[in-house]
T-cell receptor
Framework: AQSVAQPEDQVNVAEGNPLTVKCTYSVSGNPYLFWYVQYPNRGLQFLLKYITGDNLVKGSYGFEAEFNKSQTSFHLKKPSALVSDSALYFCAVRVRRTSGTYKYIFGTGTRLKVLA | ETGVTQTPRHLVMGMTNKKSLKCEQHLGHNAMYWYKQSAKKPLELMFVYSLEERVENNSVPSRFSPECPNSSHLFLHLHTLQPEDSALYLC????????????????FGDGTRLSIL
């Protein structure tokens, strides 16, 4: 079955330190991978995506993610965390249905807490 | 501003009421989605419409009834809800290119916080 896993419910990091939020996936074919962020009382906001090309993709707010095909991972990173980065982060993969339309599979989310 | 607007933002209703959630997207997308987000549970995909046709219905109880009158509007009609239906209901849209690369992300509204008394 196709799935996305975010193994950590919560990640705590000190402000100014690098952060990593983990994501692994299990899909057939080439995956289209996405990261979203959700702030309190808001919907999910798109951060970045991997479609093809360079394994390191850069996105909004200084975030980047590294695609690793052999480890089927797409970890989200930031070199220096800010308190304002505290939010809920979702990894997602877009897969193609047999009908030709697409569906998105989301991970369970990781709550990031950046401590001042 | 995400280009996806949901109304109302908050809704409190009794179990015997009938109400509707509305979603409107201004992005020219051709696919729309309803998700349910409950505390400490994964995001649950409820319904998917592509080109105004329902392409996915994930075993959602019949007390939830979606309607997609055109590619810009999506409704979720509610009746005889249960307390466990209290959650944040999120609408999303995307460009679902059947013949294309399909590499665009979904865009989400800010949700309707639904409370069932």
């Amino acid at each position: 079955a196709q799935s996305v896993a975010q193994p950590e419910d919560q990640v705590n990091v000190a402000e100014g330190n690098p952060l990593t939020v983990k994501c692994t996936y299990s899909v057939s074919g080439n995956p289209y991978l996405f990261w979203y962020v959700q702030y309190p009382n808001r919907g999910l906001q798109f951060l970045l995506k991997y479609i093809t090309g360079d394994n390191l993709v850069k996105g909004s707010y200084g975030f980047e993610a590294e695609f690793n095909k052999s480890q089927t991972s797409f970890h989200l990173k930031k070199p220096s965390a800010l308190v304002s980065d505290s939010a809920l982060y979702f990894c997602a993969v877009r897969v193609r249905r047999t009908s030709g339309t697409y569906k998105y599979i989301f991970g369970t989310g990781t709550r990031l807490k950046v401590l001042a | 501003e995400t280009g996806v607007t949901q109304t109302p933002r908050h809704l409190v209703m009794g179990m015997t009421n009938k109400k509707s959630l509305k979603c409107e997207q201004h992005l020219g997308h051709n696919a729309m989605y309803w998700y349910k987000q409950s505390a400490k549970k994964p995001l649950e995909l409820m319904f998917v419409y592509s080109l105004e046709e329902r392409v996915e219905n994930n075993s959602v109880p019949s007390r939830f009834s979606p309607e997609c009158p055109n590619s810009s509007h999506l409704f979720l009609h509610l009746h005889t809800l249960q307390p466990e239906d209290s959650a944040l209901y999120l609408c999303a849209s995307s460009q679902d290119n059947q013949g294309g690369a399909g590499n665009q992300p979904q865009h989400f509204g800010d949700g309707t916080r639904l409370s069932i008394l």
